[in-house]
């Protein structure tokens, strides 16, 4: 900037003194005194514009703008023109013309006196920076005659800080750790990386101190519904713990009936066995005695009556033989008043004595208590006591001579003494209650739980879990430490029946089986698979489910479970966990992940390749998949991440991509390409980067849609991977074609994209054969290409685009040789070429570092109308380069374009403008289109057809314009105007109201305040 007022100065100083200050001529009148410069100041300034004031000596003034910015502007040339004008051309091509320096050539005058000598000339004899304050330095002038003026000059404020930079990737943290038989520590990362961190279990240690069993365990407080138990140990330390009892219950409900006696037996062992009502048995112990020599007559039972009751208390009188009696007592539960109602009380489930000696307490909350080694040491062997002295001689006993079961089914039971007693039989009843026992699975064997009754002992199992199936790492399984087979998987197949319908895998080499059934012929149809386990396919090369004439035809449900480290290294069409599936009525793939594959096509012109399915035929859907890894097939076609080629599929639904896929035609993160009479693509994310040449996009590839009168949805797409190609590149789908109505909806990519032609930050190019919609989706990455390149899609055809938005950071196109017609560019914020735009605003920049025609802050090129839409961004071409559109065709007269506005700075050359730099309306002569709410503040700089609002105007029809207006500085060479540069209306009954320009216009020719040129006058100025 420095050097440019320098020059400035010392251009337009040498200039006037060689034009009027250096005359002489034979001795005349004496002349008029020359004009000189006074000072040159700063009189004013506009953001980005400042304005320089020069006063002359003859007390003239003439004025000169300077725009600054990120790069500062000097002069480039300083010449009189033929009318004696100074014309300076700035380094940014701007030209200024300051006016007449030179006064015309008068007549000759009549010879004068010798006049007086003049006083000396002044010059400039420096100019230096003498202050800086902030954004403004300080230069003086200094004159030869010791005078001195000074001027000013804005420094551009520092740059907003940039934006926060992308996201890093995903973290990797532990999915699961365990110590396999060899005492290893085996950590599976996130990322599926395996680290085995050596043996963590230290050797058999020498055999331990004799343990310390438990001498009593008592109850010793009470804290409400709380109380303490204390241990007493063997070398008489204590321990304690606590048991949450219920609160106070609900008034209870009328008491069950009393306890009495169901039956009473004598048992095998001589021992009076009562059992209760409430199934509680007593044992009285032995009512015989021992055979002795014949003594006095032996007592017998002769009854058992309940003979008194005191409230709960029941009491039983036995009366013997010998007329002696004894009593025992029931207690009853008396009818209790209804509680209040309490939590329910936690109390001992189990208590059981361990493998190691611990008793293990069990609560009836399911809470485990494990209070130690309860079983002390063997103690030595006692000495041998003294023998008894012999016994008294005893009576006669007596006992029992028969015992048998009548005709009515009673117990006859006959004493040796003759007497006869009859007991009814009653088969005792048992409530179980159940300890448990739960046997873990192994690689091969199932788990289990065991049921056991504490009361009678009944077991039984139940609660089977699936085989593990090995996991191998290294050569071994991780888990049993079992070699892994090497190469190819052995396949089982024991548990395919083919009476049966559904089916349950949980190993590799029942997969492998079902890859072995279906490729001999047994399709499935009908009948469903299911994992009921993960399986991990390391350390083998896969054999793909289903071929083109031997399709899997089932349903392969996953269950939400996992496949890992799927390899397939194979020359052929048709790859992936599934080759090849076939069945319209009933065939679909669901709820499962492959991860960590490694698919890989290194030669050879093959097609249909993915993780999950090669090539899928009218499968009935495609649902819940996920896919990781890498697919590489640089010269093969139809290449996904989770579908190589689905075809006449209605649906597909809910999968995610994570791989990086590389192929070379209709190459897409989760299909390559799909056809259908119609469908459904939802909720379909893709993470990974694709490569391609034509057709890659981050979710589709490539989409035809082969009916017509029908209609296919594309809805929440996501993709935050890189996209590389060539020709119809996407963020989320590359081609979408046929006759189908195409409907677009609440999309996003945050992924850079790169091709050459036909390239969008959501769809490369997508025609509909109805009046389609794409609406609510958002772009926030880079995208480049060389024609047809819009941050939302390069084209749109017979798709109305609204309410999405473009946050990238640049769109641009370079590298492109200019051909002869039209079809040379396109290059837009939003769509490179569209069908009518409404509701957007862009906010990046746009740049054609080359040829650049058709070029706009939202549309290069639109075929009918764009409505409510503003442009922010700074937007570069050449040809037909405008804020809002590069070009614009209307044919309707009810949805006119209207509420447009620019604020970013425009640069090109012919029909160059602020919102649309050619504006072509073609309606009926009859008609009037109506144009309002047209803005624009950014600077536009260009050639011919250069405007504020509109750079070329043509209406066959009428026109009316309403509220336009223009704040910037607008500059070109022909046909340059305010609000228009060139106006061409049929009918002169169009009308402009509402109008404004307060920036500054220059030009060769043609130029004006508001309207450059209007060809025949047909437009009426209202104010």
Known sequence: MKKFIAVLVLSVVCALCAVGLTACGDKGETGETGVGIVSVEKTSSDGLFDTYTITYSDESESTFVISNGENGVGVQTATINANNQLVITLTDDTVLNLGNVKGAKGDKGDKGNKGDKGDTGVGVLSIKKTGNDGLIDTYTITFSDETTTTFTITNGAKGDKGDKGNTGDTGTGIESAFINSNNELIIFLTDYTVL?????????????????????????????????????????????????????????????????????IVNGDDELVITLTDNTVLNLGNVKGAKGDKGDKGVSVLSIEKTGNDGLIDTYTITFSDETTTTFTITNGAKGDKGDKGDTGTGIKAAIVNGNNELVITLTDNTVLNLGNVKGAKGDKGDKGDKGATGAKGDTG????????????????????????????????????????????????????????????????????????????????????????????????SWYSSSSSTFYISTKYQLAGLSYLVNHGTDFSGKTVYLSSNIDLSYAEWIPIGTSDKPFRGIFDGQNLTIYNLKINKQQSNLGLFGFINNASSCALKNFSVLNADVNVSSGEYENIAIACGYAYQPMSISGIKVSGTVNAPYCSNVGGVVGQLLYSRDISNCENSANITGKTNVGGILGRKEASYGTMNDLTNKGNITGDNYTAGI????????????????????????????????TVGYIGGNNTCYFSDSSNTGNVSGEDYVGGIVGFAHSYGTGSMSSVYNNSTVSGKSYVGGIAGVLEAITLSDSDNASSVVSASGYTAESGDNCAYLGGYVGKGYAVQGCTNNSNITYNSY????????????????????????????????????????????????????????????????????????????????????????????????????????????????????????????????????????????????????????????????????????????
């Open 398 to 493: 007596v006992g029992i001579s028969n015992i048998e079961i009548d005709y009515t089914g009673h117990v006859k039971i006959t004493c040796t003494n003759g007497t006869v007693y009859t007991v009814p039989i009653t088969e005792p009843s048992c409530t179980h209650n159940y300890l448990t026992n739960t046997t873990l699975p192994t690689c091969t064997s199932q788990g289990y739980t065991t049921y056991t009754c504490k009361i009678c002992g009944y077991s039984y199992k139940n609660d089977y879990t699936y085989a593990t199936g090995h996991h191998f790492y290294n050569e071994k399984c991780v888990y049993c430490g079992v070699a892994e087979p090497y190469g190819e998987i052995s396949t089982n197949t």
């Open 196 to 264: 085995n961190l050596g043996n963590v279990k230290g050797a058999k240690g020498d055999k331990g101190d004799t343990g310390v069993s438990v001498s009593s365990v008592d109850k010793t407080g009470n804290m409400g519904l709380i109380d303490i138990y204390t241990i007493t140990f063997s070398d008489q330390t204590t321990t304690t713990f606590t048991i949450t009892n219920g609160a106070k219950g609900d008034k209870g409900d009328k008491g069950d009936t009393g306890t009495g006696i169901k039956a009473a």
């Open 852 to 1023: 650049g025609m058709y070029v706009g802050g939202i549309a290069g090129y639109l075929s009918d109308y764009i409505q409510n839409c503003t442009n922010n961004g700074n937007i570069k071409g050449k040809i037909r380069v405008g804020g809002i559109a590069g070009y614009c065709a209307s044919s309707s007269t009810i949805r006119a374009n209207n509420n447009l506005t620019n604020t970013g700075d425009i640069t090109g050359e012919n029909y160059t403008a602020g919102i649309i730099g050619y504006y072509y309306i073609n309606i009926s002569t009859s008609y009037t289109i109506a144009i309002s709410k047209i803005r624009n503040t950014g600077k536009i700089t260009g050639k011919d057809y250069c405007a504020g609002n509109f750079g070329y105007l043509q209406c066959s029809g009428r026109v009316n314009l309403t509220e336009l207006s223009n704040t910037a500085k607008v500059s070109g060479t022909n046909y340059v105007g305010g609000l228009i540069g060139y106006a061409t209306v049929n009918s002169g009954s169009s009308q402009i109201t509402g109008y404004s320009n307060t920036g500054t216009v220059s030009g060769y020719s043609n130029y004006g305040n508001y309207i450059g040129y209007d060809n025949n006058s047909r437009i009426t100025y209202v104010s």
């Open 700 to 731: 589709i590839g490539y989409y035809y849609g082969s009916s017509s009168n029908s209609s296919s949805s594309f809805t929440r797409l996501e993709n935050t991977g890189k996209i590389t190609g060539k020709n119809y590149c996407g963020g």
